[in-house]
């Protein structure tokens, strides 16, 4: 075991907390592009309106408690040591894989049972994502701060496009297999953080506040959750953003959250030390995150979609392969992020990270640029290397835009710091899913209904059946393209099928006919989609070039005599749970 102040040491912090974010994220994207195998394997059909309340909970759950509690489990860090709360994330996320995978039930019972446990797994995820860019802060002097943040930052978001192949993957052999493979890694790496890891930062006694973290949890849970539900038809809508509990959760929600800053702001010692803002780095840094989460996190699903349901069926894979050739065709998006990640903390580390990490998103709103040119039936080469341009903007961004967030705050406050930034990013993702959503979905309510039934009335389908499924909701049909499903067969039944000429038949059955039906009206709403990533942007390079006082931390020493620190420090003393050595 080695000592905090080892010259090796902050080599091994670095790798476990690597180990536990990548498999986090991983965690998140491998249920993702399983869920066709996981709901064939508890015998549920996602498309029946009843159960669409389960695929979106399976979808969004897991990201929606990381975003609701990174910052109530970074503060507790800060009062009661990082690793300690690190180290009991790792041991719940193991023992729930373990659980995920005995799911003994099916139909609905099977999906509770997967959503309940996810989301408890989602706590011990939330607790590796907490406190993990704060250890390494600890572990490591300013001067390779950026280097060590890029390492883990990229792995954790590369490890999200990773779960894609993997889940692709596995889910060709069983279902379960996808929460199998965590067990293994779980149990050595909670093993090698109880052994080796150490509380090296300063930590302070305080007491919990209670009314920030209810109102906070609260607030939060319903402003997402309402923004799940708000994709989901309503009352003949195709949106549900006129149902009385949507309105009453998003409402209801902001007033909870403004409470909740009223709270923090006269607190004595707040889980969310609102002075922190007053830092301009730390505040832009922050709005830098979430807008290129926003922009960032619809992205994988629209791919998704674009691939399953449209490309891949054309080039002639069937529909069930397409979830494994999904995650292989997005590979390139991964290697830019591995390639670029680790290279911008390296360089931010000599020439700065604000150029850096500007930089990254100028170059994620060129890559959106160039995909608005893409063709529904495009050239995968031209595909490929938007994609892998894309992945170079976010590894440039992601370094630097942390270690900017993290070297603006006092060291007795990274665990809560750390617990923000992931905060405002697991945020964005869920706030992204649900805008990109609907902005697809108004897109496809344009034009599918027409193009639908055309179609299929081309083909022999009586007029009065074309239009009955042409009026159902597009949000089904764009699940159905995200799930890798072709629904024709489904919606029209086997009378209407048995009753139509073999070659038709065949015709509205095969490969191509839904993704030639739908191509068009897809990408109408991707353009609006990738006009307001582009917008997002550009919008977080401008913030991430705004410029904050300097902060003592290449001395990496607590400095009480900082005007920060003195705004936020409370009134006991400081008590470094392990002296901090000089690195």
Same mark, same amino acid.
């Given at each position: 075991?080695?000592?905090?102040?080892?010259?090796?040491?902050?080599?091994?912090?670095?790798?476990?907390?690597?180990?536990?974010?990548?498999?986090?994220?991983?965690?998140?994207?491998?249920?993702?592009?399983?869920?066709?195998?996981?709901?064939?394997?508890?015998?549920?059909?996602?498309?029946?309106?009843?159960?669409?309340?389960?695929?979106?909970?399976?979808?969004?759950?897991?990201?929606?408690?990381?975003?609701?509690?990174?910052?109530?489990?970074?503060?507790?860090?800060?009062?009661?040591?990082?690793?300690?709360?690190?180290?009991?994330?790792?041991?719940?996320?193991?023992?729930?894989?373990?659980?995920?995978?005995?799911?003994?039930?099916?139909?609905?019972?099977?999906?509770?049972?997967?959503?309940?446990?996810?989301?408890?797994?989602?706590?011990?995820?939330?607790?590796?994502?907490?406190?993990?860019?704060?250890?390494?802060?600890?572990?490591?002097?300013?001067?390779?701060?950026?280097?060590?943040?890029?390492?883990?930052?990229?792995?954790?978001?590369?490890?999200?496009?990773?779960?894609?192949?993997?889940?692709?993957?596995?889910?060709?052999?069983?279902?379960?297999?996808?929460?199998?493979?965590?067990?293994?890694?779980?149990?050595?790496?909670?093993?090698?953080?109880?052994?080796?890891?150490?509380?090296?930062?300063?930590?302070?006694?305080?007491?919990? $506040?209670?009314? #920030?973290?209810?109102? +906070? /949890?609260? %607030?939060?849970?319903? @402003?997402? =959750? *309402?923004?799940?539900? !708000?994709?989901?038809?309503?009352?003949?809508?195709?949106?549900?953003?006129?149902?009385?509990?949507?309105?009453?959760?998003?409402?209801?929600?902001?007033?909870?959250?403004?409470?909740?800053?009223?709270?923090?702001?006269?607190?004595?010692?707040?889980?969310?030390?609102?002075?922190?803002?007053?830092?301009?780095?730390?505040?832009?840094?922050?709005?830098?995150?979430?807008?290129?989460?926003?922009?960032?996190?619809?992205?994988?699903?629209?791919?998704?979609?674009?691939?399953?349901?449209?490309?891949?069926?054309?080039?002639?894979?069937?529909?069930?392969?397409?979830?494994?050739?999904?995650?292989?065709?997005?590979?390139?998006?991964?290697?830019?992020?591995?390639?670029?990640?680790?290279?911008?903390?390296?360089?931010? $580390?000599?020439? #700065?990270?604000?150029? +850096? /990490?500007? %930089?990254?998103?100028? @170059?994620? =709103? *060129?890559?959106?640029? !160039?995909?608005?040119?893409?063709?529904?039936?495009?050239?995968?080469?031209?595909?490929?290397?938007?994609?892998?341009?894309?992945?170079?903007?976010?590894?440039?961004?992601?370094?630097?835009?942390?270690?900017?967030?993290?070297?603006?705050?006092?060291?007795?406050?990274?665990?809560?710091?750390?617990?923000?930034?992931?905060?405002?990013?697991?945020?964005?993702?869920?706030?992204?899913?649900?805008?990109?959503?609907?902005?697809?979905?108004?897109?496809?309510?344009?034009?599918?209904?027409?193009?639908?039934?055309?179609?299929?009335?081309?083909?022999?389908?009586?007029?009065?059946?074309?239009?009955?499924?042409?009026?159902?909701?597009?949000?089904?049909?764009?699940?159905?393209?995200?799930?890798?499903?072709?629904?024709?067969?489904?919606?029209?039944?086997?009378?209407?099928?048995?009753?139509?000429?073999?070659?038709? =038949? *065949?015709?509205?059955? !095969?490969?191509?006919?839904?993704?030639?039906?739908?191509?068009?009206?897809?990408?109408?709403?991707?353009?609006?989609?990738?006009?307001?990533?582009?917008?997002?942007?550009?919008?977080?390079?401008?913030?991430?070039?705004?410029?904050?006082?300097?902060?003592?931390?290449?001395?990496?020493?607590?400095?009480?005599?900082?005007?920060?620190?003195?705004?936020?420090?409370?009134?006991?003393?400081?008590?470094?749970?392990?002296?901090?050595?000089?690195?």
């Amino acid at each position: 075991m080695l000592s905090v102040d080892h010259p090796r040491y902050k080599w091994v912090a670095l790798s476990n907390t690597t180990l536990g974010t990548l498999l986090a994220t991983i965690n998140a994207s491998i249920v993702l592009i399983s869920l066709p195998a996981i709901f064939k394997g508890i015998d549920l059909n996602p498309l029946t309106p009843g159960n669409v309340s389960y695929l979106l909970w399976m979808l969004m759950g897991y990201m929606l408690v990381t975003a609701v509690l990174v910052v109530t489990l970074g503060r507790l860090g800060d009062m009661y040591g990082r690793v300690r709360i690190y180290n009991a994330g790792f041991a719940i996320f193991t023992l729930t894989s373990i659980v995920l995978s005995l799911d003994p039930f099916d139909g609905s019972g099977g999906a509770l049972w997967l959503i309940g446990w996810r989301v408890v797994q989602a706590i011990g995820g939330a607790m590796l994502m907490a406190n993990s860019a704060a250890i390494i802060t600890d572990a490591f002097p300013a001067r390779q701060r950026g280097m060590a943040l890029g390492v883990n930052i990229v792995s954790a978001l590369a490890g999200s496009f990773i779960g894609l192949v993997a889940g692709g993957v596995l889910a060709e052999w069983d279902w379960r297999s996808v929460f199998w493979v965590n067990i293994p890694l779980g149990i050595l790496g909670t093993v090698w953080a109880y052994r080796s890891l150490h509380d090296s930062g300063v930590r302070r006694k305080a007491k919990i $506040d209670w009314w #920030g973290n209810l109102t +906070f /949890a609260v %607030g939060l849970t319903a @402003v997402l =959750a *309402a923004i799940t539900y !708000g994709i989901q038809p309503y009352g003949g809508h195709t949106m549900g953003w006129t149902n009385p509990w949507v309105l009453t959760g998003l409402i209801g929600g902001v007033v909870i959250l403004v409470l909740f800053g009223v709270i923090e702001a006269r607190a004595a010692e707040p889980m969310f030390p609102l002075a922190l803002f007053r830092n301009a780095a730390f505040t832009s840094g922050n709005a830098a995150s979430l807008l290129a989460a926003i922009a960032r996190g619809g992205l994988q699903f629209m791919l998704i979609i674009w691939l399953q349901g449209i490309w891949l069926p054309l080039h002639g894979y069937d529909y069930e392969s397409t979830p494994l050739w999904a995650g292989i065709y997005l590979l390139p998006l991964t290697i830019g992020f591995l390639i670029a990640g680790p290279l911008s903390g390296w360089l931010s $580390d000599r020439f #700065g990270s604000r150029p +850096f /990490a500007a %930089g990254g998103l100028l @170059v994620m =709103a *060129a890559s959106f640029a !160039g995909l608005l040119l893409v063709p529904g039936d495009f050239s995968y080469p031209v595909f490929a290397i938007l994609i892998f341009v894309n992945g170079v903007g976010g590894g440039l961004f992601s370094a630097p835009n942390t270690s900017l967030v993290m070297s603006s705050v006092p060291a007795n406050m990274r665990g809560a710091a750390s617990g923000m930034r992931a905060t405002f990013m697991n945020a964005g993702q869920v706030l992204s899913i649900g805008v990109f959503f609907s902005l697809m979905v108004a897109g496809l309510a344009d034009h599918l209904p027409g193009t639908l039934s055309a179609g299929l009335t081309a083909q022999g389908v009586p007029a009065a059946t074309a239009g009955q499924v042409a009026g159902l909701p597009p949000v089904g049909t764009l699940f159905a393209a995200f799930l890798g499903y072709n629904p024709i067969a489904e919606l029209l039944g086997p009378q209407v099928l048995g009753a139509l000429p073999p070659g038709n =038949a *065949a015709v509205l059955t !095969g490969l191509s006919f839904f993704p030639r039906l739908i191509a068009g009206p897809f990408h109408d709403g991707l353009v609006i989609v990738f006009w307001m990533a582009i917008g997002l942007g550009v919008l977080g390079a401008l913030a991430s070039l705004v410029r904050g006082p300097r902060t003592p931390e290449a001395t990496d020493e607590v400095t009480a005599e900082t005007k920060l620190e003195a705004e936020i420090a409370e009134a006991q003393p400081l008590t470094p749970a392990t002296p901090v050595a000089e690195r």
